[in-house]
């Protein structure tokens, strides 16, 4: 049970410079700045093996005008023109201040930790991820988010930062001015209690607690969870006891392409390059071009709450390039046919109606006629077999509202005031995606968790 506890209470077994809750990318990432501006630092982690939500990511970080980027091309991206896609996402409802803050930060922190920890980076620029306006999204070369939180964790390591796993945080001391130690719960029940001088929410969202989505997301309630079951929303609960300012907790990361029943996240690549997706009745229900996270709520608002995603041979071949494809390849997810009825046929639809569908598809994608759904079809070829098909639903994947912070990653209390010794990045913290799920833009969650874990862990030091 999560809870705010004077500091009267509090009898140290131990005291840090810097307590961090969580070991994803946002902890990691604040640990290591932390030690390198020679603080004492110890994450505390609840799961035994830190895996969480940037394991289960696809791993992509969106950032702007780095040398990483230039060395492909793209020369004319900046933090500006980063903040403007993210708020033209939103519909300019995230809050300016920490969408300039973020966007700023990321480039920056992504080339320190390729000089300062090692950590290689690839921009991905065989397609445009929907809302961003160039090439911009950062990968490790394994391309996949267990892989960047390795890379992250042995840097860690190597930098001598302590991991303290089995430590589940359950309750911080306070003397209402400042945050002065944590409760910690052992996997066998025991307690410790942990002075710190500063303290750093680490811990994601509210996405594992079904209670607080079916509150703030009724829309998702009920919904598959494709994220930590420990983020149970404990800095959210600890903001509210401490009169913290937490906003656009009704925001989220959703997605429309879950493979289903295998929960294998099929990348919104193939939609890019041509793929469409039909309901029970073979028909299409959306633009698929719109965004990857609001399409979540469209899928599950068809029969059955799933889609099929169909495309053909060249965007099957392009897909294979994902780690997640191939595995839901190796899974049996994936459905081929030689013909258009004999897909029909394999995923139970209608082949008359399948067949009109593919066959406006290729008008639009021909330059005849406009999509009812406001989808351009024209810069990619009209769909051929041998098609395949898998089937998907809709899932939450992580929430985007939380604990807001200042350009400093001070978490503000409800009249504006800074929480002196008190940050949060990540899912603790309110992210850049506004208040709703059309507000998300690719990558918006590790956007948030690396430039807010770089900003926090230099700022906490000295605290």
């Known amino acids: 049970m999560s809870a705010v506890l004077p500091a009267s209470a509090m009898q140290a077994d131990a005291e840090v410079d810097v307590a961090i809750i969580g070991a994803g990318a946002c902890g990691l990432v604040a640990a290591l700045r932390a030690v390198e501006a020679g603080a004492d630092v110890l994450v505390l982690e609840r799961d035994v093996k830190p895996t969480g939500s940037t394991s289960m990511s696809s791993g992509f970080i969106p950032a702007s005008a780095t040398r990483f980027q230039r060395a492909i091309g793209t020369e004319d991206d900046t933090p500006a023109r980063f903040a403007a896609d993210i ?36 921009v991905l620029d065989d397609f445009l991820y929907p809302g961003h306006s160039c090439h911009r999204m950062h990968a490790v070369p394994e391309k996949t988010g267990a892989a960047l939180l390795q890379r992250l964790a042995t840097a860690a390591e190597a930098a001598g930062v302590m991991v303290a796993t089995g430590a589940h945080v359950t309750g911080l001391f306070t003397d209402e001015e400042r945050i002065r130690g944590v409760r910690i719960t052992r996997t066998d029940g025991s307690e410790e209690h942990l002075a ?120 099957h071949e392009f897909a294979q390039a994902f780690p997640d494809y191939r595995d839901a390849m190796e899974a049996g997810a994936i459905r081929r046919a030689d013909s258009l009825d004999e897909l029909a046929r394999q995923i139970d639809v209608d082949p008359r109606a399948l067949s009109d569908t593919l066959r406006a598809t290729a008008a639009l994608q021909a330059g005849e006629g406009v999509d009812e759904f406001g989808r351009d079809f024209t810069a990619t070829p009209a769909l051929k077999a041998p098609l395949h098909a898998v089937k998907v639903t809709g899932a939450l994947f992580h929430t985007q509202g939380g604990l807001m ?59």
């Open 87 to 122: 708020q033209a996402k939103t519909k300019n409802r995230a809050d300016p201040g920490l969408v300039a803050s973020v966007s700023e930060a990321i480039g920056p922190a992504l080339e320190w930790l390729a000089d300062s920890h090692g950590l290689e980076w690839i």
């Open 196 to 315: 710190c001088k500063s303290l750093i929410l680490a811990c994601n969202g509210y996405g594992g607690n079904a209670d607080l989505v079916a509150r703030h997301i009724p829309e998702l309630d009920g919904a598959h969870y494709y994220g930590h079951a420990g983020n149970q929303g404990d800095a959210v609960l600890w903001g509210q006891a401490l009169g913290a300012d937490i906003r656009d907790l009704s925001g989220y990361q959703g997605h429309g392409s879950l493979a289903h029943p295998h929960q294998i996240l099929i990348s919104w690549a193939l939609m890019m390059e041509g793929g469409i997706q039909v309901n029970a009745a073979g028909q299409r229900f959306s633009n698929e071009h719109a965004g990857y996270s609001e399409q979540a709520v469209k899928v599950l608002a068809q029969p059955s709450r799933f889609a099929w995603n169909v495309y053909d041979q060249r965007i």
């Open 405 to 463: 912070v200042d350009g400093e990653a001070h978490v503000l209390s409800n009249s504006g005031r800074a929480f002196p010794n008190l940050f949060a990045g990540g899912g603790a913290a309110c992210g850049v995606s506004g208040p709703d799920v059309s507000g998300y833009l690719s990558g918006n969650g590790l956007l948030t968790a690396i430039a807010l874990g770089y900003i926090a862990g230099h700022n906490s030091v000295g605290r």
